[in-house]
């Protein structure tokens, strides 16, 4: 049974304080976490979080930054592969490499001496499994500017080779209609 008063976290501005934390957030997910939370009772969590917040503010305090930045939302993404035979677009590529990206610079933020002196923050990705493969086999098909690479597939080399052949013909054919064209304008019959 709860005795507080039902406007008691609007007397302490709890609302305000989560617009704010909302506002730092990188991606909607986090949003609707923060959007969803209550006030805790339980002490042990208490006092797990606030050494969370504690080891990132030491962080920050120390330059030794937190590797992570804005980030597209990938649920659908994700979603759409658990579908047999289906092929993400090039956007859905793009967004799923910018996450691994920066789950593997997270992975190499976390080194022996960091795991403990930020135990509490690595405590949070260590169940987290970082497939190394999946960056790898993302990066095969599309470049650092997010495009699908030239040599991504054989079938895709294939048909790069025979567009560029097929400009090369058009290229060689306008050259020998503009040659035979200024001929013919200089009065050579």
Same mark, same amino acid.
Request: glycine share 6%; aromatic share 6%; hydrophobic share 25%.
């Given at each position: 049974m709860r005795l507080e008063p039902g406007d008691l976290y609007e007397k302490l501005e709890f609302d305000k304080i989560l617009a704010l934390l909302e506002e730092s957030c990188y991606g909607e997910q986090g949003k609707q976490k923060v959007r969803a939370i209550q006030p805790l009772g339980e002490l042990d969590k208490i006092e797990q979080l606030l050494d969370e917040v504690d080891e990132f503010r030491r962080s920050?305090?120390?330059?030794?930054?937190? =590797?992570?930045?804005?980030?597209? @939302?990938?649920? @659908? @993404?994700l979603r759409m592969l658990e579908i047999a035979g289906f092929v993400l677009p090039e956007e859905g590529l793009q967004k799923l490499n910018i996450l691994l990206l920066f789950i593997k610079d997270i992975y190499k933020f976390f080194n022996k001496d960091r795991q403990e002196s930020y135990a509490a923050l690595y405590d949070i990705i260590r169940p987290i499994h970082f497939n190394e493969e999946l960056l790898q086999a993302i990066e095969r098909v599309?470049?650092? @500017?997010?495009?699908?690479? =030239?040599?991504?597939?054989?079938?895709?080399q294939k048909i790069r080779r025979h567009i560029q052949s097929k400009y090369r013909e058009m290229d060689r054919q306008a050259r020998a209609k503009d040659s035979a064209t200024t001929s013919l304008d200089n009065g050579d019959h």
């Open positions: 920050l305090e120390r330059r030794d930054n937190f =590797p992570i930045g804005a980030y597209q @939302e990938i649920s @659908e @993404e599309i470049d650092e @500017e997010g495009n699908i690479r =030239p040599d991504a597939s054989t079938d895709l």
